[in-house]
């Protein structure tokens, strides 16, 4: 899927719209309350994994989710060692049960979850006709995070935008018997059709946003600010000295003009937000494989194979969790 658990000046006569707002807070939400604003989504994988989406009640009785000291923790299962016939590997997929258009979200993330055929995100929105913000996305272990749009057609992103983020490489791999051979293009092209839902992309210029690395490091923040005009997904590690105030130590309002140049800068320089984003649900998830975690997993540097893997190691997911110390949200 694509957290919803994710650079650039404008080029010559275009106008620079990086500037901030301030928002006042809707939502306060740690622990129970975190859980309670959202609902579990047991529906087949839209992303064909190894994986399958429990309800509530299987996932309490389960173990696969859990509120301790206000932080919720959401896991998948790592006990239960699958034979080819059984269902994938029991996973959650939660949604959040309000919509959101302009907003600003502000996620304190403590643990990721980590482990070969991984594929945590989160997701927004009617597929892909009124778009689609991955804040946190990757596979298998292999940082950093990317923040990336998928959309209907004629959505593009200028080549340079005012972000600290890389655009990512799109590689195609041609095999061998010793060889690989790769071919580069850069991801500005938003349409999940014309790219072979690649989308638009930007990486986190900081191995610490994903995966292994950041939960070593304690985790940290992500924030999306969503306006009319343009979208920014903000990254601070847990142990950086730049981190605003008002990210720390959220209150009643912020003000996005504080955070300094964002990790990832989606304008609407040659794309038509209101035509191409509506309003959008928060989705957390975590799967297993699939479309991007299976197709690249042989290259990944892990055993076996993706499907074989999960299968055969569920004590590899002792670590495949969650853990969210709070989500304010501002409108």
Not at 133 to 143: A, F, L, M, Q, T
Not at 243 to 247: K, L
């Given at each position: 899927?694509?957290?919803?658990?994710?650079a650039?000046?404008?080029?010559?006569?275009?106008?620079?719209?990086?500037?901030?707002?301030?928002?006042?807070?809707?939502?306060?939400?740690?622990?129970?309350?975190?859980?309670?604003?959202?609902?579990?989504?047991?529906?087949?994988?839209?992303?064909?994994?190894?994986?399958?989406?429990?309800?509530?009640s299987?996932?309490?009785?389960?173990?696969?989710?859990?509120?301790d000291n206000n932080?919720?923790?959401?896991?998948?299962?790592y006990?239960?060692?699958?034979?080819?016939?059984?269902?994938g590997?029991?996973?959650?997929?939660?949604?959040?049960?309000?919509?959101?258009?302009?907003?600003?979200?502000?996620?304190?993330?403590?643990?990721?979850?980590?482990?070969?055929?991984t594929?945590?995100?989160?997701?927004?929105?009617?597929w892909?006709?009124?778009?689609?913000?991955?804040?946190?996305?990757?596979?298998?272990?292999?940082?950093?995070?990317?923040?990336?749009l998928h959309?209907?057609?004629?959505?593009?992103?200028?080549?340079?935008?005012?972000?600290?983020?890389?655009?990512?490489?799109?590689?195609?791999?041609?095999?061998?018997?010793?060889?690989?051979?790769?071919?580069?293009?850069?991801?500005?092209?938003?349409?999940?059709?014309?790219?072979?839902?690649?989308?638009?992309?930007?990486?986190?210029?900081?191995?610490k946003?994903?995966?292994?690395?950041f939960?070593?490091?304690?985790?940290?923040?992500?924030?999306?600010?969503?306006?009319?005009?343009?979208?920014?997904?903000?990254?601070?590690?847990?142990?950086?000295?730049s981190?605003?105030?008002?990210?720390t130590?959220?209150?009643?309002?912020?003000?996005?003009?504080?955070?300094?140049?964002?990790?990832?800068?989606?304008?609407?320089?040659?794309c038509d937000f209101?035509?191409h984003?509506?309003p959008?649900?928060?989705?957390?998830?975590?799967?297993?494989?699939?479309?991007?975690?299976?197709?690249?997993?042989?290259?990944?540097?892990?055993p076996?194979?993706?499907?074989?893997y999960?299968?055969?190691?569920?004590?590899?997911?002792?670590?495949?969790?969650?853990?969210?110390n709070?989500?304010?949200?501002?409108?």
């Open positions: 899927m694509r957290i919803n658990f994710l650039f000046v404008i080029f010559a006569c275009t106008v620079d719209r990086t500037f901030g707002a301030t928002y006042q807070r809707t939502s306060q939400l740690t622990g129970q309350s975190f859980l309670n604003a959202f609902h579990f989504d047991a529906i087949p994988d839209p992303t064909n994994g190894r994986v399958t989406y429990v309800d509530e299987t996932a309490i009785s389960d173990g696969l989710v859990s509120v932080q919720l923790t959401l896991r998948a299962d006990t239960t060692q699958l034979a080819p016939s059984d269902p590997r029991n996973s959650f997929r939660i949604v959040s049960n309000a919509q959101y258009s302009t907003h600003v979200a502000i996620f304190d993330i403590a643990h990721m979850p980590q482990g070969c055929g594929w945590p995100a989160e997701v927004g929105a009617n892909p006709y009124e778009g689609e913000v991955d804040i946190v996305e990757g596979v298998n272990d292999e940082p950093p995070n990317a923040c990336t959309t209907g057609s004629n959505c593009q992103m200028p080549a340079s935008r005012s972000m600290t983020g890389l655009e990512p490489i799109v590689e195609s791999r041609a095999f061998g018997a010793d060889t690989i051979e790769f071919s580069t293009a850069t991801g500005n092209n938003c349409d999940a059709y014309a790219t072979g839902n690649a989308g638009c992309g930007v990486k986190i210029n900081d191995n946003s994903y995966g292994p690395e939960n070593d490091n304690g985790g940290g923040w992500y924030a999306i600010e969503r306006s009319p005009t343009y979208i920014k997904i903000f990254f601070w590690e847990r142990t950086s000295g981190v605003p105030s008002d990210i130590s959220p209150g009643s309002s912020i003000d996005t003009n504080t955070w300094g140049t964002p990790a990832a800068y989606f304008p609407d320089t040659d209101p035509s984003f509506g959008h649900n928060i989705v957390i998830n975590l799967t297993f494989c699939g479309d991007w975690a299976g197709s690249v997993y042989p290259w990944s540097g892990c076996s194979t993706c499907v074989d999960v299968n055969d190691n569920p004590s590899a997911f002792d670590n495949a969790y969650f853990e969210f709070s989500l304010n949200i501002y409108q």
